[in-house]
């Protein structure tokens, strides 16, 4: 059974960082892509950040430098640690897991298994 599950949000202060966490069974990370999206109150999921089953990354172009997308095989388990954190990154973050291999842009319906979500609150 397929199942992710995230976590490591919090309240952080303007310009700290948080490392999330996502945890993935049922499948292995040598086999589909992950993907990180956001989603703030009132505005559509965006991707964020994916990682393809060969450990290659990609940011989407406004988070490029702050955030860091990394996984470690063993523990079967996807990072997204995020620096500089800033009042406009408050969302709930979700990870996914993509229908391939490969990272291919953040379209909703490539992804076909869903974290239940961690609440960043960037805030002083």
């Known amino acids: 059974q397929v199942q992710l599950v995230e976590s490591g949000g919090g309240l952080v202060q303007p310009g700290g960082s948080l490392r999330l966490s996502c945890a993935a069974s049922?499948?292995?990370?040598?086999?589909?892509?992950i993907g990180w999206f956001r989603q703030a109150p009132g505005k559509e999921r965006e991707g964020v950040s994916c990682?393809?089953?060969?450990?290659?990354?990609y940011y989407a172009d406004s988070l490029k430098g702050r955030f860091t997308i990394s996984r470690d095989r063993a523990k079967n388990t996807v990072y997204l640690q995020m620096n500089s954190l800033k009042p406009e990154d408050t969302a709930v973050y979700y990870c996914a897991k993509r229908i391939s291999t490969y990272c291919s842009g953040y379209g909703l319906y490539e992804y076909n298994y869903w974290g239940q979500g961690t609440q960043v609150t960037v805030s002083s």
């Open positions: 990682i393809n089953s060969n450990g290659w990354t």
């Open positions: 049922g499948f292995t990370l040598d086999s589909y892509a």
